[in-house]
């Protein structure tokens, strides 16, 4: 049983990291955790540190019901999954796993993006639009290049934004909100500087992941899935992104164990603000790729919403302009990069007490109900696939 008065210790957040790090690999070992370290050799942190990407297996080596949780996919964002991870650690542990499971951690899938605060990798990809063939041709996206030249301002004011609004109304007008926000987000292979690159390759922390996974999954026949994320507008409230097959017995596994309502898509596209991205390369279809020759795989990836509301659609842009005026515009020793990273950590790890609370709080609770379910499953391994399939 967790107790009730550490259930929401705003404690487990780090402040960088190589604090998040150090404290998840101790508390690993304090759990018994056979752990592994991958270190990035493309990248530095900002006081020229190493980075790695780190795992830590608990349970039996040969478990053939796993849950694997990663954090830091988008790099700052993996203060909350860091947080999450630790709070698991120290607070339910190895004894809360079904008879027989086993718990795969991988901390900071995206060690760059944590360290200095940003989203992106070391070569500005986003890594949930990574995991695609890229021997084959990339998925188009022709808008966006008629996006890109009017999103890459060389300083970020108010001008600015009045040449984008003035700029911008044709295609508004010819395209509507939704297709140019999609076209801005679901991923693009044609400008590397540019929002949601995909990559042309596969990058360090996919080649990493995906290597280690066909190991660490080789036994595994059952497999759940958390990939923590932040970012939409609230307060720590989940949002659940279930990408299998609407109807299919992952994702009819996924309603049981997280409630019907959690994977209903109007009631996600309510708590993300819009319909959402149409994306492609995702690590949620790269490792179910991994895994589906011989394993079930259900899970998500859970974001807890944690930016400030927003008053128009270009404040919307803000954080995703501040990153790429850093990495492309101004540079990290600009005057004005302090400020700039600070405000991007106040939209994906904010500060404030009631989120981070709120964050471990629902963390646990996702942990408990994911465990619950896997528990079913490996004892009654057909129910729920005969009554969807
Ligand atoms: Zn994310």
Redesign the pocket.
């Known amino acids: 049983m967790i107790n009730k008065l550490s259930m929401n210790d705003p404690g487990f957040f780090s402040n960088s990291y190589e604090e998040a790090r150090q404290r998840f690999l101790a508390a690993a070992a304090g759990a018994g955790a056979r752990i592994a370290s991958y270190e990035n050799p493309h990248a530095r942190g900002p006081a020229g540190q190493p980075l790695f990407l780190d795992t830590a297996w608990i349970g039996p080596a040969d478990a053939e019901t796993v849950l694997l949780n990663t954090s830091g996919?988008?790099g700052a964002?993996g203060y909350a999954g860091s947080a999450a991870q630790l709070a698991w650690l120290e607070r339910m542990g190895a004894a809360s796993l079904p008879p027989g499971a086993a718990l795969l951690m991988v901390h900071a899938v995206n060690p760059y993006g944590f360290a200095w605060g940003l989203?992106g990798t070391e070569n500005n990809v986003d890594l949930?639009r990574n995991w695609l063939d890229h021997s084959k041709p990339h998925p188009a996206n022709p808008l966006y290049a008629e996006v890109h030249p009017l999103m890459c301002p060389k300083r970020i004011d108010a001008s600015f934004a009045n040449e984008l609004v003035a700029k911008s109304a044709k295609l508004l007008a010819r395209h509507g909100q939704w297709a140019l926000e999609d076209a801005i987000t679901r991923g693009q292979y044609s400008h590397p500087d540019g929002f949601h690159f995909g990559g042309t390759a596969p990058e360090w922390s996919t080649a990493t992941l995906r290597a280690l996974l066909s190991r660490e999954m080789a036994a595994a026949k059952r497999v759940g899935f958390i990939d923590w994320?932040?970012?939409p507008v609230g307060d720590g409230e989940l949002i659940f992104l279930c990408f299998s097959r609407p109807g299919s017995a992952d994702y009819v596994r996924a309603q049981d164990w997280w409630g019907d309502d959690a994977l209903d898509p109007a009631h996600v596209n309510a708590l993300w603000g819009s319909k959402r991205p149409s994306r492609r390369g995702i690590m949620f279809w790269g490792i179910e790729e991994i895994v589906k020759p011989q394993a079930g795989f259900t899970g998500a990836v859970i974001?807890f919403r944690s930016a400030r509301a927003k008053e128009n659609p270009i404040d919307s842009l803000r954080i995703s302009l501040l990153e790429r005026w850093l990495r492309f515009e101004g540079g990290f020793d600009a005057p004005e990069a302090p400020h700039y990273f600070e405000e991007i950590l106040e939209d994906y790890a904010p500060r404030r007490q009631s989120w981070r609370e709120n964050v471990i709080t629902h963390a646990l609770a996702t942990y408990e109900q994911t465990l619950d379910g896997l528990a079913r499953w490996s004892r009654d391994p057909d129910s729920r696939a005969l009554a969807a399939d």
Request: aromatic share 0%; proline share 0%; no cysteine.
């Open positions: 996919t988008h964002e989203r949930n994320h932040t970012g974001e």
